[in-house]
T-cell receptor
């Protein structure tokens, strides 16, 4: 089955710093989502981005499906950005999203 | 609020028991997914339904079963519970398979 790897696994930032999180996948995908799991366990939708670039406030994401990766950019990080960031990919005919290994982010005040 | 409702939020039960977790999808969503997240682990896909029919199965134990009802709500049944079944169980829904999925708040199951 498809493998989804995220890097880095852990990241510690000072408030105000920028960061780039990466999601690599081993096969062609039809759909890709980014989620933030906050410290209370909630999974919050960030982007639904099968291809191209999207921006939402301080966050933006780019998926290059032909090269099998997606990037999540966080600018001017805040302590509320702390948590785990997951990408999840879906492939045609499988009817399921496969989650990546996650990036655990801690933003220090 | 994602619009996906899971009940109960917390559940503590003893080994060997059986529990039922319930999920109400967002209005209009026909596809429901179940995932398991053990402590500090990633999300493991269990099973997916579309308009009442099972469409995909992951690493779901034989002790676990699920179904989607005509009103589109879904239930995940866990039986003969073991300590290792303690986890956060998530339900998600999307209009159709692999469209944007939204997750419920999860049911935190503790088996003692």
């Amino acid at each position: 089955g498809i493998q989804v790897e995220q890097s880095p696994p852990d990241l510690i930032l000072q408030e105000g710093a920028n960061s780039t999180l990466r999601c690599n996948f081993s096969d062609s995908v039809n759909n890709l989502q980014w989620f933030h799991q906050n410290p209370w366990g909630q999974l919050i939708n960030l982007f639904y981005i099968p291809s191209g670039t999207k921006q939402n406030g301080r966050l933006s994401a780019t998926t290059v499906a032909t090269e099998r990766y997606s990037l999540l950019y966080i600018s001017s990080s805040q302590t509320t950005d702390s948590g785990v960031y997951f990408c999840a990919v879906g492939t045609s005919g499988t009817y399921k999203y496969i989650f990546g290994t996650g990036t655990r982010l801690k933003v220090l005040a | 609020d994602s619009g996906v409702t899971q009940t109960p939020k917390h559940l503590i039960t003893a080994t060997g028991q059986r529990v039922t977790l319930r999920c109400s999808p967002r209005s209009g969503d026909l596809s429901v997914y179940w995932y398991q997240q053990s402590l500090d682990q990633g999300l493991q896909f269990l099973i997916q339904y579309y308009n009442g029919e099972e469409r995909a199965k992951g690493n779901i134990l034989e002790r676990f079963s699920a179904q989607q009802f005509p009103d589109l709500h879904s239930e995940l049944n866990l039986s003969s519970l073991e300590l290792g079944d303690s986890a956060l169980y998530f339900c998600a829904s999307s209009p159709r398979p692999l469209e944007e999925a939204f997750f419920g708040q999860g049911t935190r199951l503790t088996v003692v």
